[in-house]
């Protein structure tokens, strides 16, 4: 009697190359992250700090630049909580019901990745300006949204808001809609359903699509270049290493851009440990 296919183990040869070529790939992938990750790398930090730690210090410390970290920090964490909760929302609307203009919100989504970040200023230019659509309203009543913080803060929240909800809504529909289901059978109710059952299941994905929202919240530069007008009151961290640069203070400039290095080396320890513990797509982050 033959057996089935599906019984018997089948040992299959691992493809292997000759040990030149593992060595040129190898030395390729390695040159290209040195050409173009640790050298860059290095090179900030060492013109940060080429006058001397004092003159580092002294910059860090200067009003202009607190006020520039400060305000980065207030978009940030304005966008990040806001866009949290919509991805969450957007997510779970997208996985878990079928309604009329799915796809449609999905194509929403997206339309941050599609539209260059300069050109959103310029549509919020358009929106909120003097000259438009409700620029005058808002005038009228002493609100001020272009070339000041709110402004800065709405352009962060449109070139952020995809992150969360695009690393959850693949998660979501993998783990299907079963426990959810099951949650409500036994009686819960719709917030106990997301409190106990669907937050634990995605608590991983989620971190890491808040991470990755974070770290494009504080490295924004188009978006909040046109809608911040370049002045000293709506200068974020990445603005204000292009005045520096422009003033010719090439040390000040690379040790303010320096703290925003740290940032995305501290982003992509977080992210490393993050799909160390789950990866997004992985659908073993539900409770066994």
């Known amino acids: ?91 779970w609307a997208i996985a878990k019901f079928d309604f009329p203009g799915k796809n449609f919100l999905i194509t929403l989504i997206d339309l941050p990745f599609c539209v260059s970040p300069v050109i959103a200023g310029f549509i919020f230019i358009l929106v909120f300006g003097a000259q438009g659509w409700f620029g005058p309203w808002l005038l009228n009543h002493g609100i001020h949204i272009i070339f000041a913080v709110p402004g800065i803060v709405l352009a962060t929240i449109f070139v952020t808001f995809p992150f969360v909800a695009r690393e959850l809504t693949p998660l979501m529909q993998s783990q299907g809609r079963t426990e959810e289901e099951a949650a409500r059978t036994l009686g819960a109710s719709g917030w106990q359903t997301f409190w106990r059952v669907t937050l634990p299941n995605i608590k991983w994905g989620l971190l890491y699509g808040v991470i990755l929202c974070n770290a ?7 978006a909040v270049s046109a809608i911040g007008g370049h002045q000293d009151s709506t200068n974020t961290m990445t603005l204000y290493v292009q005045a520096l640069y422009e003033n010719y203070d090439l040390t000040g400039a690379f040790a303010v851009a320096s703290v925003l290095t740290f940032v995305a080396v501290l982003t992509i320890v977080l992210k490393a440990w993050v799909e160390r513990k789950g990866t997004p797509l992985d659908n073993k982050t539900t409770s066994a």
């Not at 089935?4 to 190898?26: N, Y």
């Not at 966008?79 to 929302?89: H, I």
């Not at 494009?216 to 188009?222: D, T």
């Open 1 to 91: 009697m033959i057996p089935h296919p599906s019984s018997r183990l089948v040992q299959r040869r691992p493809a292997t190359e000759p040990a030149f070529v593992r060595w040129i790939l190898i030395s390729i992938a390695v040159l290209f992250l040195a050409l173009f990750l640790v050298v860059p790398l290095v090179a900030v930090f060492a013109q940060a700090f080429s006058k001397g730690i004092g003159y580092y210090l002294h910059t860090l410390a200067n009003p202009a630049t607190l006020s520039a970290i400060k305000l980065t920090c207030i978009a940030a964490g304005i966008s990040v909580p806001l866009n949290c909760v919509f991805g969450v929302a957007a997510a």
């Open 216 to 222: 494009r919240a504080m490295g924004e530069f188009g």
